[in-house]
């Protein structure tokens, strides 16, 4: 349990600085900056029982297309931000 619990405090130290990082990317390297927001996005898909190598985008495209409700409203709202967002995100 102690052992846990250790790992758990360097994942959130981890995440911490992953996210300080992605910050000061967005600015001098935009396409890592992507690829850190990606790892992030699977990280949230596999925290919510999806695959940890799936985005929650491409996750929410195949619950639309199996005519869940989350999935239906989630690429609505991702749509409205970028056209077509998790139709191009299948896959991914």
Request: proline share 1%; glycine share 6%; net charge positive.
């Amino acid at each position: 349990m102690m052992r846990l619990l250790m790992l758990w405090m360097l994942c959130v130290a981890a995440s911490a600085y992953a996210g300080t990082r992605m910050l000061y990317l967005i600015a001098r390297n935009p396409r890592k900056a992507w690829s850190m927001a990606v790892a992030h996005d699977q990280l949230a898909n596999a925290a919510t029982n999806g695959h940890m190598d799936e985005t929650i985008s491409s996750r929410a495209n195949r619950a639309r297309t199996n005519g869940r409700r989350w999935g239906c409203v989630l690429c609505r709202l991702l749509d409205r931000i970028d056209k077509d967002h998790c139709t191009r995100s299948a896959g991914t």
